[in-house]
């Protein structure tokens, strides 16, 4: 990377497409299920690793970089997609076996992991991808990521446990050690032949000579890069989320014992803001996509009831009712019609001045007052 960021070396970046092409492939791959899209996704992850290469030369690792620019860049080639009414996909859910074999597991694996990958911490997925899709040791792994092996471990039985979890809330019931064993196995497929050497030409040119499709998935990437990157972090979706949630936590209750006067009297505020965030969250985290994987399964229709929509929600979002929740995805006549302006789902029935929650058709959450 310094070679080619310092020097313009045309065959060390080569060198790097060769490394990781199959890598970042088999991820777009199963990111948009569709291999021409997943060259696309391809093309244009090493279109943005040059035009980004001075900024990235001094990393140890490339690889959980380009796990991560090309998950977001599937992302948003799948939100173009769903803005031109998303094609029908197959469906994925498939029942259990009690002992199934490793082939079965992937099977089943397969169209859930970039959605539990999702799910991991940024350190937790750079690990896994080390350890599993380019079967690194754990002794390289820790290496390349600056850590003790020790700690390496931890945190790969920390992060297999989480996908053993995630996945088993979706019928898939394998052990830890077992999804580990076959993702190694099976998630890096060798991209298509000729991909390797028009990825190489075209990231190399900055995508001077690529077509106006990928030109503007570059673009949409590089946006979704810059948000994601100074977005602020919030803790997750809560375990159980009530709808009208009121934050009761004993370990407040007795810090404010200790807080000054003028904190305390603004806890309510700060509790009600946590809550509102909270929810936010569960809606871009959970709630859209429901409503993607919905529409998925049938053919490219929308619920019309948080009913309907229920048992593609996470746990804690099962007490969302059509009491509190309008679905609006279904309603075409709605307008306008751009995403960023669509409301997909929006909370109704708030007490007179409180804010209610909005989604909209390109997955971004606001509130309203």
Known sequence: MQAYADHGSEPAFAELVQR????????????VRNH????????SVFVILAQKAVRLRHRSTLTG???????????????????????????????VLNDPDSETIWGQ????????????????RALVVLRFFENKSIADSSALLGIQEWAARKRVERALERLR???????VIARAAVIGTVIAANSVQAAPAGLMKTTTAVALAKGAAASGSTLTLIK???????????????????????????????????????????VAANLPAMKKKEALMQQMQAMKMSVWPALMKYSKEHQGTFPTTMQELRPYLAPGLAE?????????????DAKPRTPELL?????????AGQPHIVLYADGHVEYRK
């Open 109 to 124: 694996l397969e169209p859930l992991l970039e959605e539990a990958m999702a799910r991991l911490s940024e350190k937790e």
């Open 20 to 31: 990781h092409i199959n890598l970042v492939y088999s991820v777009a791959l199963r990111c």
């Open 343 to 351: 409301t997909f789902c929006e909370q109704i029935n708030q007490p």
């Open 65 to 95: 970089w380009l796990y991560e620019a090309t998950r977001l860049t599937s992302s948003q080639l799948l939100r173009t997609r769903i803005r031109r009414q998303a094609r029908e996909q197959e469906a994925y859910m498939q029942s």
């Open 165 to 171: 979890i995630f996945f088993a809330g979706r019928g």
């Open 320 to 332: 969302m009712d059509d009491d509190h929740w309008r679905i609006t995805a279904g309603n075409k």
């Open 220 to 262: 949409g990437a590089l946006k979704m890069m810059a948000y994601k990157k100074t977005a602020i972090a919030v803790a997750g979706v809560a375990a159980a989320i009530i709808i009208g949630i009121t934050v009761s936590v004993p370990a407040v209750r007795t810090a404010v014992k200790n807080f000054p006067q003028k």
């Open 36 to 43: 021409e899209d997943a060259q696309d996704v391809t093309l």
